[in-house]
């Protein structure tokens, strides 16, 4: 299993699917490779749902990741990882792995859900989000994440864009 982190969100609207983009981290790869991401297909209230978890948005009334999350909690288990770890065609598949405590033991239980949910689970509880190496390899593609600061950026693109001539279209 590879660990992951959520790189960005694409909103959109009407029968557009958004899209959640999964990166591998820093340290899962070896440092001069490239790193992985996968990009996963989801509906726009589900994609709402996970950014208002990354931006600790709270809400008048819980909504049903909140609610799941007070019920692990009450039962005395918590979220301990989310993996994405089947893929059929474009449908991902995902597990919440549960701990749960048994008797001064602790258990992992292992719950079927949507990649989307799973994922709203995580960001809220800051559970780890792994993704299977065959999934990464055969629907993942090379993340060109740039490290270096934004004005850095700018000043390639003005100086790429100063260079331009007619010819070149």
Known sequence: MIRTDIETIIMAAGSVPSIIVLRERRGEAPSDAPLRALSIQTGSFEAAAISRGIEGQGTSRPITHDLFISAL?????????????RVDGAVFYATVVLAVQRDQETEERALDA????ALSLAVRTNAPIYVDEDIMNRAGTISYSHDGSADEEIEQFDRFVQNLSPDDF
């Open 73 to 85: 909690q009450a039962l005395e288990a918590k979220v301990e990882r989310v993996e994405i770890n």
């Open 114 to 117: 949507r990649p989307s949910d």
